[in-house]
């Protein structure tokens, strides 16, 4: 009966140490999007001496110094543990997060601002976002009331600007684009912005 109840107690207790997805995360966090393949450099670790495990994402070699990381966890964090001789002698946390949603410029505005004078519309992240997309403007079609212009690619036409020139302020402007990401995808989007 003692053994059992002893048998009973170290399963019990090793489970309590077993290791579970509840990661706190270190000040030094970086983060690692959801979906997405975040390229991570460990520039102060020797990796090749390490063993590699991981927590709530898959790590692969991808450069000399760099690695690919990928998670499709819900979890909150995730960590990458250096280990040696059986023993952690080194890790990273990781915050994850859905990927942001891209903003639509019209030059240096972004949707929501005032009108430009630049003809260029780009698609990017905000300002502070460490994200590097390709994001490829394929088409685009304005409005103002019942006036419309369209074109291919990402410039609008010297008509759109003559045409802003001619509307009064505090008019809504807008314009709808056709964008291709890195995915190949090509997807609608639709800004406006305020004559100044």
């Avoid at 207790?13 to 991570?40: C, H, L, M, W």
């Avoid at 020797?46 to 990381?69: G, L, P, R």
């Avoid at 280990?83 to 952690?88: D, L």
């Avoid at 240096?108 to 698609?123: F, H, P, Y």
Wanted: aromatic share 12%; with cysteine; net charge negative.
């Amino acid at each position: 009966m003692n053994y059992l109840l002893f048998s009973g107690l170290m399963l019990l207790s090793s489970g309590a140490f077993s290791q579970t997805s509840d990661i706190e995360p270190s000040k030094t966090e970086a983060i690692i999007y959801r979906g997405f393949e975040n390229t991570v450099a460990f520039n102060d670790i020797d990796v090749d001496q390490y063993e590699i495990e991981t927590v709530n994402c898959n790590i692969q070699k991808s450069d000399e110094n760099a690695y690919t990381v990928r998670t499709k966890s819900k979890e909150k964090y995730a960590k990458i543990l250096f280990i040696s001789n059986g023993s952690v002698v080194n890790s990273r946390d990781f915050s994850i997060k859905n990927l942001p949603q891209p903003s639509l410029y019209w030059g240096d505005e972004m949707s929501g601002m005032n009108t430009s004078n630049s003809n260029e519309i780009q698609v990017k992240y905000a300002p502070g976002t460490q994200l590097n997309f390709a994001f490829d403007v394929v088409g685009w079609n304005f409005s103002h009331q019942e006036i419309t212009f369209s074109g291919d690619g990402n410039t609008l036409s010297q008509s759109v600007l003559e045409y802003i020139e001619s509307i009064d302020s505090k008019e809504t402007v807008f314009i709808e684009i056709k964008v291709k990401s890195e995915d190949q995808i090509i997807r609608k989007m639709v800004g406006s912005w305020i004559k100044g």
